[in-house]
Nanobody
Framework: QVQLVESGGGLVQAGGSLRLSCVGS????????MGWYRQAPGKQRELVAS???????NYTDSVKGRFTISRDNAKNTVYLQMNSLKPEDTGVYYC????????????????WGQGTQVTVSS
């Protein structure tokens, strides 16, 4: 069974840093684009950053210059380094893989992790 498991969330003061990790496990052959989304209370889930298998990145305007997304294809892992955190960065952060090729089962589309909570206090 393929899983995406996030870790690294927590409580941090404004101006602090956190590093999120998302590890893909199971019979994964390859993953196309991966991304981090967040959902604040009462708001819709929004894209924070994404990265293609070739390393091309994209960021929402509010995190540019503060967050960095990276990945290790050999480990099926994507990271999100978050610096200069602000209270408005608070939310549940979800890892997403748009297309997962597996060894033994049909490909998986739009696959999500369970989320990790990030809380930034002022």
């Amino acid at each position: 069974q393929v899983q995406l498991v996030e870790s690294g969330g927590g409580l941090v003061q404004a101006g602090g840093s956190l590093r999120l990790s998302c590890v893909g496990s199971g019979s994964i052959f390859s993953i196309n684009a991966m991304g981090w989304y967040r959902q604040a209370p009462g708001k819709q889930r929004e894209l924070v950053a994404s990265i293609t298998s070739g390393g091309r990145t994209n960021y929402t305007d509010s995190v540019k210059g503060r967050f960095t997304i990276s990945r290790d294809n050999a480990k099926n892992t994507v990271y999100l380094q978050m610096n200069s955190l602000k209270p408005e960065d608070t939310g549940v952060y979800y890892c997403n893989a748009d297309y997962i090729r597996t060894y033994y089962t049909p490909p998986l589309h739009d696959y999500w992790g369970q989320g990790t909570q990030v809380t930034v206090s002022s």
